[in-house]
């Protein structure tokens, strides 16, 4: 009775884990959510309500809609209070979200005939509910203008998945929102949402008449417009003047569409300092563009505003959550912090989280580009100042044209040099490792794994490998390092998401436990796409540019032992130590100047060209001995299968079984791991074990009178038998051996 108890304890735990994390992913989505009731089992309600028509449906606290939140520490302490607590997602402007609820078999033959875009879309107890993007305008909530079908709008809100639905059934996805984006509600649609008061509406900027209450809406939305494609004051008030005079009914005068443009325009394109706060401020008055004549706040026309004045892009594969801004000559992350500053300053007194959380999701929806689009900028490369063409050396103006999240810090000099990089390296690396490293730092100035190397740098403490890490790091810029250990890409949930949009992958003096699994590392090395996901937030497949860099005293053994593992490695060695007087503590400042680095620069641009030009990494001796040393302390029972012992019989026995004594082959492999300085041989279970997959055939006997053998797979060459079963060991087929079951 027990038993059973803990485990329904654990379940009711696991399922208010699963409510807690989808409340939190809505949230980092820009969704409000709140807690709801939950259907009982008894077939009533948690309100406790005698015959609740709700059930499941209605808020838990005592303010319902109007206490949904985004914020993190609320969602969870209400989470800890009701842990099977029903979602409550909020639709509208709030969250940018349109929801349509297909209401069993009546709803969906309302559907048919009618236009349905692809768009995420949940399973409800008896019908599904349809996700569109809010489209700019007022969305009403409305019910029942066709049959079975409802809409959810502004001051409106749905029950989430995964909540439990009173028919038994919980929400669940038909086509979740990694697999497709939030679609535009279709018109269909749109013609069935109230119109009952035109002031809340913007009329089109493209035709039509423009009626009273939407005039200085429309016009400041083409004012926008033009102003984002580099027109001046003159000419998009001159263009107004014309929409005025023939699509307005009845016209503006002529000094209000003169405020009009003069509003808009007043700011080049792109300028960061644009502030329409400075002119507005607390007044920002009702008939600032951004509201109707009504003092309706119009999220699009002050987002327009806003991206006509500054550059963005969101590069989520969502439609929320990843904006960037361009700033000193390039995208930098933290876009919705500055778009916030920016509408406080425009709006004033009337900034409220409301209207800013509307201008966010109106400005990342009409800024999305599609990740694989950001830094794919052919040979150029973003320097601190200008984009460099690094086959031809002709150096170009920062521009925000360019979809560049990456800069890297060093400011390009053709004249300048770095000797005392250059007396480092001499000092840490084997000589004929030198152009080597500087080919890797090459390859790490592009976004690009098409070499697909790993970087292993090796070797005793105090000897250089972390310096060279930091070096490294300086150069391309910290913003565009991760620091994830090569265990933790196999082994942590949400460690991968750290790599996208960086150029390295660094982490200093790994530990040496074993990696029991590579399949991560292979694809990341290669390029291959890979599912990742960032905390709270949907997943998406990564597909990575970081090149991974790692150091260790001794470099972890691998489970993996196959020519698809190594070869993906090159590996360095640092053969000198530095203790002492040798060891300058200051040398990482000395090693990364501004001269140093653009030296550095230079030197890594002709490593990228030589490495271009022969199409392919070429390990010289020092590294192919380095890695030939992983391979056998990675596996040196295979090592000393190949090096040791033979498959073929003697010469004149053809026919001969092969045989070779268990303990005899055991004992041969301790001696080769000491002669070797393998460290603490495997013990006998792993290499009978390890033994058994190498030589599937080999089946173990038992002479009379004998020790057990292996037959049919190997025997001992001459110099490495050292004793019983060595010449002997090829005979017929004894008399009076037995079969003996191995033990593993």
Not at 198 to 208: E, I, N
Not at 411 to 421: F, H, I
Request: glycine share 8%; proline share 7%; with cysteine.
């Amino acid at each position: 009775m027990s038993k059973y108890t803990t485990n329904k304890g654990k379940l009711q735990a696991s399922r208010g884990d699963e409510l807690l994390q989808a409340a939190l992913r809505y949230a980092s989505r820009g969704w409000p959510v709140f807690p709801l009731h939950t259907p009982t089992k008894a077939g009533g309600c948690s309100c406790r309500k005698t015959n609740c028509e709700s059930q499941g449906k209605h808020p838990r606290t005592q303010h319902g809609l109007l206490d949904a939140t985004m914020d993190e520490a609320q969602i969870r302490e209400w989470w800890q209070m009701w842990p099977d607590a029903n979602i409550g997602l909020v639709t509208g402007a709030q969250a940018g979200l349109v929801v349509l609820d297909v209401d069993g078999p009546e709803g969906e033959r309302s559907l048919r005939g009618r236009f349905m875009p692809p768009t995420p879309c949940v399973k409800t107890g008896k019908g599904q509910h349809y996700l569109f993007a809010y489209p700019g305008l007022d969305i009403r909530n409305f019910a029942k203008k066709l049959p079975g079908l409802d809409l959810r709008g502004d001051g409106g809100y749905v029950v989430a998945v995964p909540s439990l639905h009173h028919l038994g059934e919980r929400y669940r996805w038909l086509i979740s929102l990694e697999e497709v984006d939030l679609a535009p509600c279709p018109p269909w649609l749109l013609e069935l949402v109230d119109k009952s008061k035109p002031s809340r509406s913007v009329a089109s900027p493209v035709d039509g008449p423009i009626p009273a209450g939407a005039r200085n809406a429309t016009l400041a939305s083409l004012a926008g417009s033009m102003q984002r494609r580099g027109m001046g004051q003159q000419a998009i008030l001159a263009a107004l003047l014309v929409v005025n005079q023939d699509r307005c009914e009845p016209p503006l005068s002529r000094d209000e569409v003169e405020r009009i443009a003069g509003s808009i325009a007043q700011y080049p394109p792109g300028d960061p300092s644009a502030s329409a706060g400075k002119t507005q401020g607390a007044g920002a008055p009702n008939d600032a563009p951004w509201f109707t004549e009504t003092g309706k706040f119009l999220p699009p026309i002050l987002g327009d505003t806003l991206m006509g004045r500054e550059h963005f892009i969101n590069l989520s594969e969502t439609l929320l959550g990843r904006l960037f801004v361009y700033q000193d000559g390039y995208y930098q992350a933290g876009g919705a912090p500055h778009l916030r500053k920016r509408v406080a300053d425009t709006l004033g007194q009337k900034s409220l989280s409301r209207r800013f959380s509307e201008v966010l999701a109106w400005v990342e929806t009409q800024s999305q580009r599609p990740r694989s689009e950001a830094n794919e900028h052919g040979e150029l490369i973003n320097v601190a100042n200008g984009m460099l063409n690094w086959r031809s050396s002709v150096l170009r103006p920062h521009s925000s044209d360019y979809l560049s999240t990456i800069r890297i810090p060093a400011k390009y000099d053709p004249e300048a040099t770095c000797p005392r990089v250059s007396q480092f390296f001499r000092e840490v690396l084997p000589p004929d490792c030198i152009s080597t490293m500087l080919e890797f730092f090459g390859y790490a100035l592009v976004p690009d794994t098409r070499f697909e190397k790993a970087l292993m740098l090796t070797g005793s403490g105090a000897n250089g490998k972390s310096r060279t890490i930091m070096l490294l790091a300086a150069l391309v810029g910290q913003a565009n390092v991760s620091n994830v250990a090569l265990q933790a890409l196999e082994d942590h949930r949400f460690a991968l998401a750290q790599l996208e949009g960086k150029l390295v992958n660094a982490s200093a003096d790994l530990p040496s436990m074993a990696l029991q699994s590579t399949d991560t590392f292979k694809k990341l090395v290669t390029g291959d796409g890979i599912q990742a996901e960032h905390k709270f937030q949907s997943p998406f497949t990564l597909f990575n540019k970081a090149r991974l860099v790692f150091s260790a005293n001794r470099v972890p053994r691998s489970w993996d032992t196959s020519n698809a593992f190594f070869r993906r490695w090159l590996i360095i060695p640092f053969p000198n130590t530095f203790e002492g007087d040798r060891n300058d503590t200051d040398l990482l400042s000395k090693l990364t100047t501004p001269q140093e680095l653009s030296g550095l620069l230079n030197l890594a641009l002709e490593g990228l060209r030589r490495l271009m030009e022969r199409r392919r990494f070429d390990p010289p001796a020092s590294a192919k001995n380095a890695l030939a040393e992983y391979r056998l302390s990675s596996d040196p029972i295979l090592a000393f299968l190949n090096e040791c012992c033979t498959t073929e019989p003697e010469e004149g026995q053809r026919f001969a079984r092969l045989l070779v004594g268990k303990t005899a082959l055991y004992n041969a492999y301790v001696r080769f791991c000491e002669a070797q300085k393998l460290g603490k041989p495997d013990s006998t279970i792993l290499f009978n074990r390890r033994f058994k997959e190498l030589h599937p055939n080999a089946q173990e006997r038992r002479p009379k009178g004998s020790d057990r053998m292996w037959d049919g797979g190997v025997r001992l060459l001459p110099d490495f038998a050292g004793g019983a079963y060595s010449q002997d060991a090829l005979m017929e087929d004894p008399s009076g051996e037995t079969d003996s079951d191995i033990p593993f």
